[in-house]
């Protein structure tokens, strides 16, 4: 024990054992080797500080194996600059094909920093949901209808990128689809995984459209595995359904500003064939049969039989439609007159005779 202490205290304190100290110094690669390791070795964190770092240590290594060729001329100097280098460069191989499997196409990107990176989605379970649709952008061009009322099948959920959807039952216009909302979240919503139906509304591309689609099953399926993605998938739904649904009751409003709640009964009786399957020609033989006819001295009147009178009331007059003026706000779309279409609705009371929507709930 004392021999190592005297040996340790000898080698500090007696100075160096070399021989001779050269006078050259080494040359400009040595000094080179030795300024690209200083800039390695302050290297932040992070994928991109790893990049700097291993890149700057990489350079500095070669440079070591050049000095120790040409000018130390030492085998051990060439081996272990050749073993770092070497190191540096697989470590940035690594992350290269690391950052080339994380890269998200360019819609997939767009889509994630406007909708998922607002609420802190992870990027491992969004990219979850994008191999769901396998990557795949589609599209829709000018007029392209996504679905047909009646007739195409409820099976898959698709999110608009770009464009515009109108959406219209029986030929009426209902609201729009702009991008990064839901083009079938209602419908989505509607179905028990076990069922199957079609779609009560026609989907139009109003403009060129591009869209991701996810398959019903396959969604399905993601949604019983990962339950973070069912709860984001069930809090977006549920706003984009809350925003389409807002949109409607946008349109529905009165000429003297009253705005009509879209939760009252009945809705449906508005927004149907019905209210808008009368025409002029149906106005004008309104006005006709309210018009009396004037007596003339060649024609008068049968006395009325007062068994006749006796055993029925006289039918009350018809009531005439009165015509529409214009609408300043949505022109001749008829969405704007759903109210007269409602007031006119045989059988039914008139929301007209009510100040608020819950006086007539009540």
């Not at 969004?126 to 191999?131: A, G, L």
């Not at 006005?287 to 007062?306: G, I, L, V």
């Amino acid at each position: 024990m004392s021999a190592n202490s005297s040996t340790m205290s000898q080698l500090l304190w007696q100075g160096p054992v070399c021989v001779g100290w050269k006078r050259d110094l080494e040359g400009a690669v040595y000094h080179l080797a030795n300024c690209f390791l200083l800039l390695g070795f302050m290297g932040g964190s992070g994928v991109y500080g790893c990049f700097y770092l291993f890149g700057f240590l990489g350079t500095g290594y070669v440079c070591c194996v050049m000095w120790g060729w040409f000018d130390a001329c030492g085998l051990d100097i060439i081996l272990w600059s050749v073993l770092l280098a070497a190191a540096c460069l697989l470590q940035l191989g690594y992350l290269i094909d690391r950052l080339r499997r994380n890269t998200l196409p360019e819609e997939f990107d767009a889509l994630y920093k406007t909708l998922c990176l607002p609420l802190q989605v992870p990027l491992q379970a969004y990219k979850e949901i994008v191999r769901c649709c396998e990557e795949r952008v589609l599209t829709l061009a000018t007029e392209q209808t996504y679905a047909v009322e009646g007739e195409t099948p409820i099976n898959r959920l698709s999110l608009l990128l770009s464009g515009r959807v109108r959406v219209s039952q029986d030929g009426q216009f209902l609201h729009y689809i702009f991008p990064h909302q839901f083009m079938d979240s209602p419908e989505w919503e509607s179905l028990q995984p076990s069922e199957e139906g079609v779609f009560q509304v026609t989907l139009t591309a109003e403009t060129p459209c591009s869209y991701i689609s996810w398959p019903r099953k396959s969604l399905h399926l993601l949604l019983t595995k990962e339950r973070y993605i069912s709860h984001l998938f069930s809090a977006l739904l549920g706003y984009d359904i809350s925003e389409k649904l807002y949109a409607l009751n946008d349109k529905l409003f009165a000429k003297f500003g009253l705005r009509f709640d879209i939760r009252l009964p009945s809705l449906y009786h508005v927004l149907g064939p019905a209210a808008s399957d009368t025409g002029p020609e149906s106005e004008k033989e309104d006005e006709e049969a309210r018009e009396p006819a004037m007596p003339t001295s060649a024609q008068q009147t049968p006395p009325c039989s007062p068994l006749a009178a006796a055993t029925g009331p006289p039918a009350p007059p018809s009531r005439a439609r009165m015509s529409r003026p214009d609408s300043g706000v949505l022109g001749e779309d008829s969405s704007s007159l759903v109210l007269e279409d409602f007031e006119e609705v045989s059988g039914s009371e008139s929301f007209m005779d009510y100040r608020s929507d819950g006086e007539y709930m009540r």
